[in-house]
């Protein structure tokens, strides 16, 4: 019967000399088994199809909204542009 602890759970590994695993915690040896790796997808199940990946929409530079805000960025650096003129 597989008993699971909480992750950060302390315990002493013992490692014997036929190579099996046990482990002790709160003075109860426990026998260690190995997790197979997960899969990405079942062979119990028929195949997923892959999900395509939504493509952002960036506005062109002459879209009223990016204007306005390209338009906000130029007025901040005015103090630049009188410093390259000098």
Not at 30 to 44: A, D, G, K, W
Not at 67 to 73: C, E, G, L, N, P
Request: aromatic share 12%; net charge positive; charged share 35%.
């Amino acid at each position: 019967m597989p008993i699971y602890f909480h992750k950060g759970t302390k315990c002493m590994v013992i490692k014997a000399f036929d190579g099996s695993l046990y482990a002790s915690v709160d003075e109860t040896i426990y026998v260690l088994e190995e997790i197979p790796e997960r899969l990405e997808v079942s062979e119990n199940f028929d195949k997923v199809e892959k999900r395509k990946t939504k493509r952002i929409y960036i506005p062109p530079m002459n879209h009223p909204w990016r204007q306005k805000s390209y338009d906000a960025f130029v007025a901040k650096q005015a103090h630049r542009m009188e410093k390259e003129a000098s």
